[in-house]
């Protein structure tokens, strides 16, 4: 967990560009590309599960692994909770239509070009998204 005096509000422009690199990365299943966006003590946490991972090439591997062997490209949402980014992620279902997955909650310190990915919470819970007044799920065609 980053000390409270590292924790950053990140500015709209500096949120946008680490959540549009996160996206990229994510959804490209780029384990390089996470592992630059994630601090070194990167933490992941899955609730309700008991999954914890721990430090940036762990953390990067098990996303990159989950998003490859999804059978297609997630689809995703920039959303934000209690104040700190978040991005919904949709997962591809038969008949080309993407389903509610999760709500990942990113724990960001630093700003501007020193901001990094402290903590992944991804809460494993699709009824969660009528509350960021999202859809259950989005068609093929969509492009959010």
């Known amino acids: 967990m980053p000390d ?12 946008r560009a680490l959540l549009d690199q996160y996206v990229a990365a994510l959804t490209g299943a780029d ?25 940036r ?3 990067a591997r098990f996303l990159a692994v989950r998003a490859r062997g999804s059978g297609g ?3 995703m949402v920039l959303t934000g909770a209690n104040g700190q980014p ?14 509610a997955h999760a709500v990942q909650v990113l ?4 700003t501007g070009s020193g901001a990094a990915i402290a903590r992944v919470v991804s809460f494993l819970d699709a ?9 259950p799920e989005l068609p093929a065609a969509s492009q959010p």
Do not use: C, K
Request: aromatic share 10%.
């Open 4 to 15: 409270e005096r590292e924790l950053a509000e990140p500015t709209d422009a500096d949120q």
């Open 31 to 55: 384990v390089n590309a996470l592992m630059r966006l994630l601090r070194e003590d990167a933490e992941l946490q899955m609730p309700p599960y008991v999954t914890w991972i721990a430090g």
């Open 57 to 59: 090439e762990a953390v």
């Open 73 to 75: 490209a997630w689809r």
């Open 86 to 99: 978040a991005v919904a992620t949709y997962h591809p279902e038969d008949g080309g239509v993407y389903g």
């Open 107 to 110: 724990t960001v310190t630093g």
């Open 127 to 135: 009824s969660l998204f009528a509350t960021f007044g999202l859809p």
